[in-house]
Protein backbone atom coordinates (compact mmCIF):
# COMPACT_ATOMS: atom_id res chain seq x y z
CA UNK A 1 0.00 0.00 0.00
CA UNK A 2 2.57 2.54 0.82
CA UNK A 3 4.58 2.22 -2.58
CA UNK A 4 0.72 2.36 -4.34
CA UNK A 5 0.27 5.78 -2.63
CA UNK A 6 3.97 6.42 -4.05
CA UNK A 7 2.75 6.33 -7.66
CA UNK A 8 -0.46 7.65 -6.97
CA UNK A 9 1.23 10.73 -5.55
CA UNK A 10 3.53 11.47 -8.45
CA UNK A 11 6.75 10.08 -9.79
CA UNK A 12 9.42 12.33 -11.40
CA UNK A 13 9.78 11.26 -14.94
CA UNK A 14 12.63 13.84 -15.98
CA UNK A 15 11.74 16.92 -14.75
CA UNK A 16 7.95 16.29 -14.31
CA UNK A 17 5.93 15.23 -11.55
CA UNK A 18 3.19 13.16 -12.59
CA UNK A 19 0.86 10.44 -10.54
CA UNK A 20 0.89 7.00 -12.48
CA UNK A 21 -2.32 5.27 -11.08
CA UNK A 22 -5.13 6.27 -9.86
CA UNK A 23 -6.54 5.96 -6.74
CA UNK A 24 -5.84 2.59 -5.10
CA UNK A 25 -8.28 2.19 -1.90
CA UNK A 26 -11.28 0.47 -4.06
CA UNK A 27 -12.54 -2.70 -5.03
CA UNK A 28 -14.31 -1.47 -7.87
CA UNK A 29 -13.75 -3.14 -11.22
CA UNK A 30 -15.20 -0.27 -13.35
CA UNK A 31 -13.44 2.10 -15.87
CA UNK A 32 -13.66 5.61 -16.96
CA UNK A 33 -14.87 5.99 -20.28
CA UNK A 34 -12.41 7.94 -21.76
CA UNK A 35 -9.88 5.26 -20.08
CA UNK A 36 -11.84 2.44 -22.07
CA UNK A 37 -11.24 4.59 -25.09
CA UNK A 38 -7.55 5.38 -24.49
CA UNK A 39 -6.96 1.25 -23.60
CA UNK A 40 -8.73 0.14 -26.78
CA UNK A 41 -6.84 2.66 -29.14
CA UNK A 42 -3.67 1.54 -27.80
CA UNK A 43 -4.27 -2.55 -27.91
CA UNK A 44 -5.34 -1.75 -31.76
CA UNK A 45 -1.74 0.04 -32.37
CA UNK A 46 0.34 -1.95 -30.40
CA UNK A 47 -1.54 -5.40 -30.68
CA UNK A 48 -3.33 -5.11 -33.67
CA UNK A 49 -7.37 -5.15 -34.26
CA UNK A 50 -7.62 -9.04 -33.79
CA UNK A 51 -6.69 -8.73 -30.24
CA UNK A 52 -9.85 -6.38 -29.59
CA UNK A 53 -13.23 -7.23 -28.89
CA UNK A 54 -15.92 -5.45 -30.88
CA UNK A 55 -16.95 -3.88 -27.81
CA UNK A 56 -15.69 -3.04 -24.47
CA UNK A 57 -15.67 -5.30 -21.74
CA UNK A 58 -17.77 -4.71 -18.64
CA UNK A 59 -17.18 -6.46 -15.31
CA UNK A 60 -19.21 -6.95 -11.93
CA UNK A 61 -17.34 -7.22 -8.84
CA UNK A 62 -17.34 -10.35 -6.45
CA UNK A 63 -16.99 -8.61 -3.15
CA UNK A 64 -19.44 -7.86 -1.08
CA UNK A 65 -19.85 -4.57 0.36
CA UNK A 66 -17.55 -3.54 -2.54
CA UNK A 67 -16.05 0.07 -2.12
CA UNK A 68 -16.79 1.62 -5.59
CA UNK A 69 -17.38 5.39 -4.98
CA UNK A 70 -13.95 5.61 -7.19
CA UNK A 71 -13.06 3.52 -10.04
CA UNK A 72 -11.07 0.60 -10.93
CA UNK A 73 -6.92 1.03 -9.79
CA UNK A 74 -5.31 1.20 -13.36
CA UNK A 75 -2.89 3.54 -14.75
CA UNK A 76 -3.28 7.18 -15.27
CA UNK A 77 -2.38 6.95 -18.58
CA UNK A 78 -1.82 3.48 -20.74
CA UNK A 79 1.58 5.52 -23.10
CA UNK A 80 3.11 5.39 -19.77
CA UNK A 81 4.60 2.16 -20.78
CA UNK A 82 6.78 0.25 -17.64
CA UNK A 83 9.81 -0.20 -19.64
CA UNK A 84 10.05 3.63 -20.74
CA UNK A 85 9.34 4.97 -17.06
CA UNK A 86 11.75 2.49 -15.24
CA UNK A 87 14.80 4.28 -14.94
CA UNK A 88 12.69 6.92 -12.56
CA UNK A 89 11.32 3.90 -10.60
CA UNK A 90 12.59 1.53 -8.10
CA UNK A 91 12.47 -1.79 -8.19
CA UNK A 92 9.40 -2.13 -6.00
CA UNK A 93 7.68 0.81 -8.00
CA UNK A 94 8.50 -0.68 -11.42
CA UNK A 95 6.91 -4.20 -9.84
CA UNK A 96 3.61 -2.69 -9.02
CA UNK A 97 3.50 -0.51 -11.59
CA UNK A 98 3.91 -3.34 -14.40
CA UNK A 99 1.24 -5.58 -12.66
CA UNK A 100 -1.41 -2.50 -12.97
CA UNK A 101 -0.29 -1.74 -16.26
CA UNK A 102 -0.49 -5.19 -17.83
CA UNK A 103 -3.59 -6.43 -15.73
CA UNK A 104 -5.53 -3.10 -17.30
CA UNK A 105 -4.07 -3.63 -20.75
CA UNK A 106 -5.40 -7.74 -20.67
CA UNK A 107 -9.12 -6.98 -19.17
CA UNK A 108 -9.78 -5.25 -22.28
CA UNK A 109 -8.03 -7.24 -24.95
CA UNK A 110 -10.03 -11.10 -26.26
CA UNK A 111 -10.21 -14.26 -24.62
CA UNK A 112 -7.40 -16.33 -25.24
CA UNK A 113 -8.05 -19.89 -27.56
CA UNK A 114 -6.81 -23.48 -26.44
CA UNK A 115 -7.90 -26.12 -27.67
CA UNK A 116 -7.93 -29.06 -25.40
CA UNK A 117 -5.65 -31.85 -26.29
CA UNK A 118 -4.59 -35.59 -25.31
CA UNK A 119 -1.30 -37.07 -26.34
CA UNK A 120 -0.85 -40.25 -26.26
CA UNK A 121 2.89 -41.77 -25.55
CA UNK A 122 4.12 -45.35 -26.75
CA UNK A 123 7.26 -47.01 -25.59
CA UNK A 124 9.23 -47.99 -29.03
CA UNK A 125 6.49 -50.39 -30.77
CA UNK A 126 5.00 -51.51 -27.71
CA UNK A 127 1.36 -50.03 -28.07
CA UNK A 128 0.01 -52.44 -25.27
CA UNK A 129 0.81 -49.39 -22.77
CA UNK A 130 0.63 -46.23 -23.16
CA UNK A 131 0.61 -43.28 -21.45
CA UNK A 132 -1.23 -39.95 -21.63
CA UNK A 133 -1.05 -36.23 -21.21
CA UNK A 134 -4.00 -34.36 -21.06
CA UNK A 135 -3.65 -30.65 -21.22
CA UNK A 136 -4.02 -27.17 -24.01
CA UNK A 137 -2.56 -25.91 -26.69
CA UNK A 138 -2.17 -22.39 -27.22
CA UNK A 139 -3.85 -21.03 -30.24
CA UNK A 140 -4.65 -17.60 -29.83
CA UNK A 141 -3.15 -15.79 -27.16
CA UNK A 142 -5.48 -12.99 -26.75
CA UNK A 143 -4.87 -11.23 -23.62
CA UNK A 144 -2.07 -13.78 -22.52
CA UNK A 145 -0.03 -11.88 -24.61
CA UNK A 146 0.08 -9.30 -22.46
CA UNK A 147 -0.38 -11.28 -19.44
CA UNK A 148 -0.88 -14.46 -17.47
CA UNK A 149 -1.42 -15.05 -13.92
CA UNK A 150 0.54 -16.85 -11.91
CA UNK A 151 -0.50 -19.71 -9.63
CA UNK A 152 -0.47 -18.31 -5.96
CA UNK A 153 0.81 -21.73 -4.51
CA UNK A 154 3.49 -23.41 -6.44
CA UNK A 155 3.08 -26.90 -5.17
CA UNK A 156 -0.53 -27.67 -6.15
CA UNK A 157 -0.40 -29.39 -9.38
CA UNK A 158 -2.16 -27.44 -12.00
CA UNK A 159 -5.48 -29.46 -13.12
CA UNK A 160 -4.87 -31.67 -16.46
CA UNK A 161 -6.82 -29.22 -18.67
CA UNK A 162 -4.94 -25.96 -17.63
CA UNK A 163 -0.89 -27.89 -18.70
CA UNK A 164 0.50 -26.45 -21.41
CA UNK A 165 1.75 -29.08 -23.93
CA UNK A 166 4.21 -28.34 -27.31
CA UNK A 167 2.84 -28.71 -30.47
CA UNK A 168 3.29 -32.34 -31.13
CA UNK A 169 2.16 -34.48 -34.43
CA UNK A 170 1.81 -38.74 -35.07
CA UNK A 171 4.85 -40.48 -34.81
CA UNK A 172 7.16 -37.75 -33.45
CA UNK A 173 10.12 -39.03 -30.85
CA UNK A 174 10.14 -37.75 -27.49
CA UNK A 175 13.21 -38.11 -25.41
CA UNK A 176 12.70 -39.44 -22.24
CA UNK A 177 14.65 -36.88 -19.28
CA UNK A 178 13.48 -38.63 -16.47
CA UNK A 179 11.51 -40.97 -15.03
CA UNK A 180 9.69 -39.49 -11.73
CA UNK A 181 8.09 -42.24 -9.35
CA UNK A 182 6.20 -40.25 -6.93
CA UNK A 183 2.90 -40.91 -5.05
CA UNK A 184 0.46 -37.89 -4.01
CA UNK A 185 -1.89 -37.66 -1.50
CA UNK A 186 -4.01 -35.55 -0.16
CA UNK A 187 -2.77 -32.82 1.43
CA UNK A 188 -4.05 -30.06 4.14
CA UNK A 189 -4.67 -26.54 2.57
CA UNK A 190 -1.80 -24.85 2.79
CA UNK A 191 -1.38 -21.83 4.73
CA UNK A 192 -1.81 -18.45 3.85
CA UNK A 193 -0.10 -16.15 1.69
CA UNK A 194 -0.73 -12.37 1.80
CA UNK A 195 -2.53 -12.66 -1.19
CA UNK A 196 -4.66 -15.83 -0.10
CA UNK A 197 -5.30 -14.21 3.38
CA UNK A 198 -7.29 -11.16 1.43
CA UNK A 199 -8.91 -13.09 -1.09
CA UNK A 200 -10.41 -14.94 1.72
CA UNK A 201 -11.60 -11.98 3.98
CA UNK A 202 -13.20 -10.65 1.06
CA UNK A 203 -14.71 -14.19 0.62
CA UNK A 204 -16.58 -13.77 4.03
CA UNK A 205 -16.87 -9.85 3.48
CA UNK A 206 -14.37 -8.72 6.55
CA UNK A 207 -12.19 -5.69 5.84
CA UNK A 208 -11.95 -3.08 3.16
CA UNK A 209 -9.01 -2.76 0.36
CA UNK A 210 -8.16 0.21 2.72
CA UNK A 211 -7.83 -1.83 5.85
CA UNK A 212 -6.00 -4.92 4.93
CA UNK A 213 -2.88 -4.19 5.02
CA UNK A 214 -3.54 -2.70 8.37
CA UNK A 215 -4.95 -6.51 9.93
CA UNK A 216 -2.25 -8.22 7.69
CA UNK A 217 0.82 -5.69 9.55
CA UNK A 218 -1.50 -6.24 13.66
CA UNK A 219 -1.20 -9.93 12.80
CA UNK A 220 2.86 -9.16 12.55
CA UNK A 221 2.94 -6.78 14.84
CA UNK A 222 1.67 -8.34 17.64
CA UNK A 223 3.95 -11.62 16.86
CA UNK A 224 0.43 -13.35 16.46
CA UNK A 225 2.15 -14.96 13.35
CA UNK A 226 5.44 -15.06 11.65
CA UNK A 227 6.66 -15.14 7.89
CA UNK A 228 7.78 -18.41 6.53
CA UNK A 229 8.33 -18.86 2.62
CA UNK A 230 6.06 -15.83 2.25
CA UNK A 231 3.41 -18.23 4.40
CA UNK A 232 1.96 -17.21 7.59
CA UNK A 233 3.16 -19.35 10.66
CA UNK A 234 1.02 -18.90 13.85
CA UNK A 235 3.27 -18.47 17.34
CA UNK A 236 2.56 -19.75 20.50
CA UNK A 237 1.06 -16.76 21.05
CA UNK A 238 -1.17 -16.18 18.20
CA UNK A 239 -2.07 -20.12 18.93
CA UNK A 240 -2.97 -19.38 22.97
CA UNK A 241 -5.03 -16.13 21.38
CA UNK A 242 -7.18 -17.80 19.33
CA UNK A 243 -7.61 -20.50 21.57
CA UNK A 244 -9.13 -18.12 24.29
CA UNK A 245 -10.80 -16.06 21.52
CA UNK A 246 -12.73 -19.37 20.00
CA UNK A 247 -13.69 -20.91 23.33
CA UNK A 248 -14.81 -17.69 25.41
CA UNK A 249 -15.80 -15.11 22.62
CA UNK A 250 -17.11 -17.57 20.60
CA UNK A 251 -19.83 -15.22 18.79
CA UNK A 252 -17.26 -12.43 18.18
CA UNK A 253 -14.96 -14.61 16.46
CA UNK A 254 -17.52 -16.06 13.67
CA UNK A 255 -16.90 -15.84 10.56
CA UNK A 256 -20.48 -13.73 9.82
CA UNK A 257 -19.99 -11.36 13.03
CA UNK A 258 -17.84 -8.74 11.21
CA UNK A 259 -19.85 -9.30 7.90
CA UNK A 260 -22.79 -8.59 9.63
CA UNK A 261 -21.64 -5.79 11.48
CA UNK A 262 -20.64 -4.01 8.36
CA UNK A 263 -23.85 -4.69 7.00
CA UNK A 264 -25.39 -3.08 9.44
CA UNK A 265 -22.88 0.35 9.73
CA UNK A 266 -23.50 0.53 5.62
CA UNK A 267 -27.35 0.60 6.67
CA UNK A 268 -26.73 3.30 9.16
CA UNK A 269 -24.70 5.18 6.56
CA UNK A 270 -27.73 4.98 4.50
CA UNK A 271 -30.36 6.42 6.96
CA UNK A 272 -31.98 2.98 7.42
CA UNK A 273 -31.22 1.96 10.93
CA UNK A 274 -30.13 4.11 13.87
CA UNK A 275 -26.66 3.84 15.64
CA UNK A 276 -27.21 4.68 19.42
CA UNK A 277 -29.83 0.97 19.37
CA UNK A 278 -27.32 -0.67 16.87
CA UNK A 279 -24.34 -0.18 19.11
CA UNK A 280 -26.29 -0.89 22.44
CA UNK A 281 -27.59 -4.00 21.46
CA UNK A 282 -23.75 -4.90 20.59
CA UNK A 283 -22.36 -3.39 23.81
CA UNK A 284 -24.59 -4.55 26.82
CA UNK A 285 -23.83 -8.27 26.43
CA UNK A 286 -20.17 -7.69 25.17
CA UNK A 287 -18.90 -5.79 28.17
CA UNK A 288 -21.00 -8.20 30.68
CA UNK A 289 -19.21 -11.67 28.64
CA UNK A 290 -15.86 -9.39 29.44
CA UNK A 291 -16.86 -8.95 32.82
CA UNK A 292 -17.70 -12.19 33.37
CA UNK A 293 -14.38 -13.79 31.59
CA UNK A 294 -12.79 -11.22 33.68
CA UNK A 295 -13.77 -12.28 36.99
CA UNK A 296 -13.92 -16.54 36.62
CA UNK A 297 -11.05 -16.96 33.69
CA UNK A 298 -7.53 -17.74 35.13
CA UNK A 299 -4.55 -16.76 33.53
CA UNK A 300 -3.51 -20.33 33.36
CA UNK A 301 -6.37 -21.70 32.40
CA UNK A 302 -5.78 -20.33 28.58
CA UNK A 303 -2.11 -20.74 28.54
CA UNK A 304 -1.74 -24.37 30.44
CA UNK A 305 -2.22 -27.34 28.81
CA UNK A 306 -2.15 -30.66 30.37
CA UNK A 307 0.12 -33.39 29.51
CA UNK A 308 -0.20 -37.18 30.56
CA UNK A 309 3.05 -37.07 32.76
CA UNK A 310 4.69 -36.78 36.11
CA UNK A 311 7.00 -34.50 37.34
CA UNK A 312 10.03 -36.15 37.90
CA UNK A 313 11.11 -34.00 40.84
CA UNK A 314 7.83 -33.96 42.60
CA UNK A 315 5.35 -36.54 41.14
CA UNK A 316 3.28 -33.64 40.80
CA UNK A 317 1.30 -33.05 37.37
CA UNK A 318 3.23 -31.35 34.64
CA UNK A 319 1.46 -29.01 31.69
CA UNK A 320 2.49 -27.20 28.40
CA UNK A 321 2.93 -23.44 30.02
CA UNK A 322 3.70 -20.08 28.00
CA UNK A 323 6.55 -17.99 28.84
CA UNK A 324 8.92 -15.22 27.16
CA UNK A 325 10.68 -17.71 25.81
CA UNK A 326 8.00 -19.19 24.41
CA UNK A 327 6.44 -22.87 25.14
CA UNK A 328 8.03 -25.39 27.66
CA UNK A 329 6.85 -27.97 30.06
CA UNK A 330 6.59 -27.17 34.00
CA UNK A 331 5.13 -28.36 37.00
CA UNK A 332 1.89 -27.24 38.42
CA UNK A 333 3.78 -27.12 41.54
CA UNK A 334 5.42 -23.72 40.58
CA UNK A 335 6.86 -22.07 42.99
CA UNK A 336 7.46 -24.69 45.33
CA UNK A 337 9.04 -27.20 42.69
CA UNK A 338 11.03 -25.15 40.01
CA UNK A 339 10.91 -27.82 37.60
CA UNK A 340 11.10 -27.13 33.62
CA UNK A 341 12.53 -28.57 30.27
CA UNK A 342 12.23 -27.52 26.80
CA UNK A 343 8.84 -28.65 25.13
CA UNK A 344 10.56 -31.03 22.30
CA UNK A 345 13.41 -32.11 24.81
CA UNK A 346 12.86 -35.85 26.36
CA UNK A 347 12.42 -35.98 30.00
CA UNK A 348 15.26 -38.18 30.37
CA UNK A 349 17.80 -37.27 27.52
CA UNK A 350 20.71 -35.66 28.21
CA UNK A 351 22.41 -32.07 27.44
CA UNK A 352 24.57 -31.92 24.31
CA UNK A 353 27.93 -32.07 25.77
CA UNK A 354 30.66 -29.86 23.70
CA UNK A 355 33.38 -32.89 23.20
CA UNK A 356 36.88 -31.33 22.10
CA UNK A 357 37.19 -28.54 25.15
CA UNK A 358 36.68 -27.44 28.81
CA UNK A 359 34.65 -25.08 30.05
CA UNK A 360 38.12 -22.16 30.20
CA UNK A 361 37.08 -20.29 33.65
CA UNK A 362 36.61 -23.93 35.62
CA UNK A 363 37.46 -26.66 33.85
CA UNK A 364 34.04 -28.10 33.38
CA UNK A 365 32.18 -29.48 30.59
CA UNK A 366 30.76 -27.19 28.39
CA UNK A 367 27.30 -27.98 27.07
CA UNK A 368 24.71 -26.32 24.65
CA UNK A 369 22.00 -24.66 26.75
CA UNK A 370 18.59 -23.27 25.61
CA UNK A 371 17.66 -19.51 26.51
CA UNK A 372 15.33 -16.85 25.59
CA UNK A 373 17.69 -16.21 22.33
CA UNK A 374 18.24 -19.21 21.03
CA UNK A 375 20.80 -21.72 21.75
CA UNK A 376 24.46 -21.16 23.10
CA UNK A 377 27.31 -22.14 24.97
CA UNK A 378 27.46 -22.86 28.83
CA UNK A 379 29.36 -24.55 31.60
CA UNK A 380 27.80 -27.35 33.05
CA UNK A 381 28.42 -26.46 36.54
CA UNK A 382 26.17 -23.55 36.15
CA UNK A 383 25.59 -21.45 38.77
CA UNK A 384 28.71 -21.72 40.53
CA UNK A 385 29.97 -21.24 37.00
CA UNK A 386 28.67 -18.34 35.22
CA UNK A 387 31.23 -19.12 31.58
CA UNK A 388 28.97 -18.49 28.82
CA UNK A 389 29.59 -17.81 24.84
CA UNK A 390 27.99 -18.10 21.00
CA UNK A 391 26.72 -21.16 19.49
CA UNK A 392 27.75 -19.76 16.13
CA UNK A 393 31.55 -18.40 15.71
CA UNK A 394 30.95 -14.67 14.29
CA UNK A 395 32.70 -14.54 11.14
CA UNK A 396 35.77 -13.04 9.75
CA UNK A 397 34.51 -10.23 7.07
CA UNK A 398 38.84 -9.76 6.25
CA UNK A 399 37.82 -5.74 6.59
CA UNK A 400 40.44 -3.62 8.50
CA UNK A 401 38.76 -1.86 11.27
CA UNK A 402 38.51 1.68 10.29
CA UNK A 403 38.71 3.17 14.00
CA UNK A 404 41.51 1.06 15.38
CA UNK A 405 43.18 -0.20 12.17
CA UNK A 406 44.10 -3.50 14.39
CA UNK A 407 41.64 -5.82 14.42
CA UNK A 408 39.04 -7.33 11.42
CA UNK A 409 35.58 -6.79 11.00
CA UNK A 410 33.15 -9.74 11.88
CA UNK A 411 29.31 -10.79 11.30
CA UNK A 412 27.42 -11.10 14.55
CA UNK A 413 24.30 -11.63 15.66
CA UNK A 414 22.50 -9.82 18.52
CA UNK A 415 20.60 -10.78 21.23
CA UNK A 416 17.32 -10.03 19.46
CA UNK A 417 18.64 -11.62 16.25
CA UNK A 418 19.71 -8.96 14.16
CA UNK A 419 22.20 -8.78 12.22
CA UNK A 420 25.36 -6.89 12.83
CA UNK A 421 28.77 -5.96 12.19
CA UNK A 422 31.74 -5.11 15.03
CA UNK A 423 35.32 -4.73 15.67
CA UNK A 424 37.14 -8.37 16.70
CA UNK A 425 38.82 -6.12 19.33
CA UNK A 426 35.75 -5.48 21.52
CA UNK A 427 35.09 -4.77 23.61
CA UNK A 428 38.99 -3.30 23.58
CA UNK A 429 37.61 -1.67 20.15
CA UNK A 430 34.01 -1.02 20.45
CA UNK A 431 33.41 0.55 16.65
CA UNK A 432 30.12 -1.60 15.07
CA UNK A 433 27.71 -0.75 12.03
CA UNK A 434 24.76 -2.37 10.94
CA UNK A 435 25.87 -2.59 6.93
CA UNK A 436 28.12 -5.54 5.26
CA UNK A 437 31.20 -3.58 5.49
CA UNK A 438 33.23 -3.41 2.13
CA UNK A 439 36.93 -3.52 1.56
CA UNK A 440 36.69 0.04 -0.56
CA UNK A 441 37.71 3.82 0.63
CA UNK A 442 34.80 6.13 0.42
CA UNK A 443 35.51 8.95 -2.58
CA UNK A 444 34.38 11.51 -1.25
CA UNK A 445 36.09 11.58 2.76
CA UNK A 446 38.07 9.05 2.20
CA UNK A 447 37.29 6.88 5.16
CA UNK A 448 38.89 3.36 4.43
CA UNK A 449 35.62 1.66 4.35
CA UNK A 450 31.81 1.73 2.76
CA UNK A 451 28.93 -0.54 3.59
CA UNK A 452 26.47 -2.25 1.51
CA UNK A 453 22.70 -1.07 2.29
CA UNK A 454 19.64 -2.34 0.97
CA UNK A 455 16.22 -0.39 1.29
CA UNK A 456 12.74 -1.18 -0.73
CA UNK A 457 12.64 2.55 -1.74
CA UNK A 458 16.29 2.77 -3.32
CA UNK A 459 17.75 -1.05 -3.92
CA UNK A 460 21.17 -1.88 -2.79
CA UNK A 461 24.08 0.97 -2.21
CA UNK A 462 27.24 1.26 -1.83
CA UNK A 463 27.08 4.44 1.27
CA UNK A 464 29.78 5.90 4.05
CA UNK A 465 29.15 4.87 7.68
CA UNK A 466 30.47 7.97 8.44
CA UNK A 467 27.41 10.51 9.46
CA UNK A 468 28.92 13.57 8.25
CA UNK A 469 29.16 12.07 4.49
CA UNK A 470 26.48 11.69 2.35
CA UNK A 471 28.25 9.51 -0.46
CA UNK A 472 26.06 6.89 -1.87
CA UNK A 473 26.69 5.26 -5.06
CA UNK A 474 24.23 2.46 -6.77
CA UNK A 475 25.09 -1.19 -6.97
CA UNK A 476 23.11 -3.53 -9.56
CA UNK A 477 21.62 -6.99 -8.48
CA UNK A 478 20.69 -9.81 -10.14
CA UNK A 479 17.25 -9.73 -9.07
CA UNK A 480 17.24 -5.87 -10.44
Not at 391 to 413: A, I, N, T, W, Y
Request: hydrophobic share 30%.
Amino acid sequence: MSVAQQLYEGTDLGGETVGLITYMRTDSVNLADEALTEIRDYIEKRFGKKNLPSSTRIYKTKAKNAQEAHEAIRPTSVNHEPAEIKKYLSKDQFRLYELVWKRTIACQMIHATMDTVAVDLAAGEDTTHLFRANGSVLVEPGFMAVYLESVDDSKTPADDKDRLLPPMEEGDEVDLLNILPEQHFTEPPPRFSEASLVKTLEEYGIGRPSTYASIISTLQSREYVEMDKKRFIPTDVGRIVNKFLTEHFTQYVDYDFTAHLEDDLDAISRGEKKWVPLMKKFWEPFKKLVDDKDKNVDRKDVTHEAIDEKCPKCDGPLSIRLGRRGRFIGCDAYPECDYTRNLNEDANSEPEVIEDRKCPDCGSDLIIRHGRYGKFIGCSSYPDCKHIEPLEKPQDMEVECPECKQGSMFRRKSRNGKIFYSCGRYPDCKYAVWNEPLKETCPDCGWPMLTLKTTKRRGTEKVCPQKECGFSEKVETDDE
